[in-house]
């Protein structure tokens, strides 16, 4: 059940706990504006399912890797899916950019943002590193502190303005520059058929269509192949600090790797039921076991990353399970792909 809390103007907004900050944020916004979405839906409308590895791009200097679109492009998509109307601000001015989150929450009206968890005092401490694209709302604000729904987590909260500003003008890549952005225009009534198969149809291209080898199932061969050279091309130490950034990125940003699959199954699941076609209901199960698979990997790859097991996997046998999360999602989403929506 949500939380139900007064803020300024009579305004309430209803807090739910939800696996992913951006799909969640979604979901609750939504849902003050009496349009019920829910997280899945808002994942596989948006087309959240993704995998990218980009070496050349470096996150507290090790390679990127990614199991989701690029941060806010869910929301955008979802939006314009729906067509629901929104606004979207960034700044270069911390004064303006707080001022204007101020303006907006007299009134009355639920302000999603972009932050940085490590400068969200309300984290545990074991959470607070440099990860620049967590989404949360601001809701209202009592005294000088502000009200804060963060969907991952159980309750609100509040947050001061000076750990607030630092989160939302967080330096490093990629800088959140202060991005607030909110509805002005929600419909009442929506049919979800077509979002469905627009959300669909992007994510089978996505996955399976884009022609670099950095992306979509190319990308999960992509990274196997580099992650069997490891030791040998970076050394044994930066091998462990690599390995440990890719199952971060799976398990700890967001729901991860395992968790998107997961959620996108739940999203099929749903779908299969709006649009009445089994198929779709079959490869829910199917990406659920993928997602079996993806956590598998991550553990076996922390138990090389803490080198506590007697007999640990090697590298090349990551690599080989990674080469089977690749086949296994290109059969998926060729087998999605082809289903008549």
């Not at 502000?146 to 303005?161: G, L």
Request: aromatic content about 10%; hydrophobic content about 40%.
């Amino acid at each position: 059940m949500g939380e139900v809390l007064e803020v300024m103007n009579d305004i309430q907004f209803n807090h739910e706990q939800t696996a992913h900050c951006e799909s969640g944020v979604i979901s609750n916004i939504f849902r003050h504006y009496g349009l019920h979405i829910s997280e899945p839906m808002a994942f596989g409308i948006g087309a959240g399912i993704f995998f990218a590895h980009l070496p050349f791009v470096k996150v507290n200097g090790v390679p990127g890797t990614t199991y989701r679109v690029v941060p806010g492009a869910i929301f955008k998509r979802v939006c314009k899916r729906l067509g629901v109307k929104i606004e979207s601000q960034t700044f270069s001015n911390v004064e303006k950019g707080m001022q204007e989150l101020d303006r907006i929450l007299e009134t009355g009206t639920p302000v999603g943002m972009l932050s940085s968890v490590y400068y969200l005092p309300y984290f545990p401490a074991s959470y607070r590193f440099h990860f620049n694209a967590h989404n949360l709302v601001a809701y209202g604000k009592s005294g000088e502190n502000y009200r804060i729904s963060d969907p991952i987590m159980e309750t609100v909260t509040e947050i001061d303005p000076k750990s607030l500003a630092e989160a939302r003008f967080a330096k490093g890549f990629p800088a959140p520059k202060g991005k607030l952005y909110y509805a002005v225009d929600v419909p009442k009534e929506i049919s979800l058929q077509e979002p469905i198969r627009q959300g669909i149809n992007q994510a089978c291209h996505d996955m399976l269509k884009i022609p670099l080898p950095m992306f979509g199932v190319s990308g999960i061969r992509y990274l196997a192949k580099r992650l069997k050279q490891y030791p040998e091309k970076v050394g044994e130490r930066k091998a462990v600090l690599y390995l440990g950034n890719i199952i971060r990125m799976q398990e700890e940003i967001g729901t991860g790797g395992a968790g998107f699959r997961f959620m996108y199954a739940a999203f099929l699941q749903e779908a299969a039921g709006i649009l009445q076609r089994e198929e779709l209901s079959v490869l829910s199960g199917e990406l659920t076991k993928v997602g079996d698979i993806w956590r598998n990997f991550a553990f076996n790859a922390g138990r090389v990353c803490k080198s506590r097991a007697v007999n640990n996997v090697s590298y090349a046998e990551l690599s080989e399970m990674l080469m089977q999360c690749a086949a296994e999602e290109e059969l998926l989403f060729r087998k999605l792909s082809k289903v008549k929506i």
